[in-house]
């Protein structure tokens, strides 16, 4: 157990001064000063911190060797990956079980945590199907779309009821054939999804951080993409570029203010209390990832976060 003091923590829309508690790989406490504490205290005086970033990687599940799969986890590594989220495709119904064991087979070797989702084509969407995907707690599908005619054959009634006991998230993929004809597919999709009251989101984008919304749709908040009090302990720290001094990375430390934090490589990587990149040198654990199962996707979505939600699908109207 450690603590983490004074630390400047950077959000979406202010920075802050936070000292974090962390104890087998989780934040145990959260205040803006702890004087009392007196066991092990690691001075963040001027540090700059931000949350581990969750991102989606359509190349991981791809890895010909082990090799590969490594040099592809370092990779996201050095981006500022904490938790990486795969779909695999399928085709069939009676793939579901058989596609979701063998990527998580593929993933039993992985340093980040991981979710696993599902990619089908849209004649796939249907409440039997999503059963099997509630099953095995499969929190989001990204589902390919190529015309109007598909998404009018779709059964949203039964599809909207039967995702009220497991509400996993659908997310296009719009493959049309020009750029117009992809805006008003996008759409008439997220049309369908607010008058049905479905959760989706715009199409992922590979190595995107997650924001908070779709971290809480997928179910993930407040377990990743935080740092709350029972929060993973995965940060990322930054050094200021004005300055030459470099304080010790023993101290988990690097000094900096005023950069725009989301478009740096974060110069320390810590995932689960754990350092797994210092400067240029990445540390891989193979096997020390874990997989996020998610009980519920959007459990921790607030009345005002629903209405945010349906008032951005109603945008596309």
Same mark, same amino acid.
């Given at each position: 157990?450690?603590?983490?003091?004074?630390?400047?923590?950077?959000?979406?829309?202010?920075?802050?001064?936070?000292?974090?508690?962390?104890?087998?790989?989780? %934040?145990?406490?959260?205040?803006?000063?702890?004087?009392?504490?007196?066991?092990?205290?690691?001075?963040?005086?001027?540090?700059?911190?931000?949350?581990? @970033?969750?991102?989606?990687?359509?190349?991981?599940?791809?890895?010909?060797?082990?090799?590969?799969? #490594?040099?592809?986890?370092?990779?996201? &590594?050095?981006?500022?990956?904490?938790?990486?989220?795969?779909?695999?495709?399928?085709?069939?119904?009676?793939?579901?079980? *058989?596609?979701?064991?063998?990527?998580?087979?593929?993933?039993?070797?992985?340093? +980040?945590?991981?979710?696993?989702?599902?990619?089908? =084509?849209?004649?796939?969407?249907?409440?039997?199907?999503?059963?099997?995907?509630?099953?095995?707690? &499969? =929190?989001?599908?990204?589902?390919?779309?190529?015309?109007?005619?598909?998404?009018?054959?779709?059964?949203?009634?039964?599809?909207?009821?039967? +995702?009220?006991?497991?509400?996993?998230?659908?997310?296009?993929?719009?493959?049309?054939?020009?750029?117009?004809?992809? *805006?008003? +597919?996008?759409?008439?999709?997220?049309?369908?999804?607010?008058?049905?009251?479905?959760?989706?989101?715009?199409? $992922?984008?590979?190595?995107?951080?997650?924001? !908070?919304? $779709?971290?809480?749709?997928?179910?993930?908040?407040?377990? !990743?993409?935080?740092?709350?009090?029972?929060?993973? *302990?995965?940060?990322?720290?930054?050094?200021?570029?004005?300055?030459?001094?470099?304080?010790?990375?023993?101290?988990?430390? *690097?000094?900096?203010?005023?950069?725009?934090?989301?478009?740096?490589?974060?110069?320390?990587?810590?995932?689960?209390?754990?350092?797994?990149?210092?400067?240029?040198?990445?540390?891989?654990? =193979?096997?020390?990832? @874990?997989? %996020?199962?998610?009980?519920?996707?959007? @459990?921790?979505?607030? $009345?005002?976060?629903?209405?945010?939600?349906?008032? #951005?699908?109603?945008?596309?109207?």
């Amino acid at each position: 157990m450690y603590l983490l003091d004074k630390v400047t923590k950077m959000d979406e829309e202010r920075n802050q001064i936070r000292s974090y508690l962390i104890e087998n790989g989780q %934040i145990n406490y959260v205040t803006s000063s702890f004087d009392k504490w007196n066991k092990q205290r690691v001075n963040m005086s001027g540090v700059l911190m931000t949350n581990g @970033r969750i991102m989606y990687d359509d190349e991981l599940l791809a890895s010909k060797d082990f090799q590969e799969f #490594q040099d592809r986890q370092s990779y996201l &590594i050095k981006k500022g990956c904490t938790g990486v989220a795969v779909a695999p495709s399928v085709q069939y119904e009676r793939e579901i079980e *058989a596609v979701f064991k063998r990527a998580k087979h593929a993933m039993a070797s992985s340093t +980040l945590d991981y979710v696993v989702g599902m990619t089908i =084509p849209i004649s796939l969407l249907r409440p039997a199907v999503l059963r099997v995907f509630q099953q095995f707690r &499969i =929190p989001f599908v990204r589902v390919e779309i190529q015309s109007f005619q598909q998404l009018k054959t779709i059964p949203w009634t039964h599809i909207s009821q039967t +995702l009220l006991t497991y509400p996993t998230v659908l997310i296009p993929i719009i493959t049309p054939s020009s750029d117009r004809l992809e *805006a008003a +597919l996008l759409k008439e999709w997220m049309a369908y999804c607010s008058l049905f009251q479905i959760h989706t989101t715009d199409p $992922l984008e590979v190595l995107a951080c997650w924001k !908070k919304p $779709l971290l809480q749709k997928v179910g993930l908040y407040p377990n !990743k993409g935080t740092m709350l009090q029972g929060s993973d *302990a995965d940060y990322l720290l930054f050094i200021d570029e004005r300055e030459d001094q470099i304080h010790s990375i023993d101290q988990k430390v *690097a000094r900096g203010d005023g950069i725009v934090y989301y478009k740096k490589e974060p110069v320390v990587v810590v995932l689960k209390g754990e350092i797994v990149k210092t400067y240029e040198t990445i540390s891989l654990k =193979p096997g020390y990832g @874990r997989l %996020i199962e998610v009980i519920r996707p959007g @459990r921790f979505m607030s $009345l005002q976060d629903v209405s945010a939600d349906v008032y #951005q699908q109603e945008n596309y109207l």
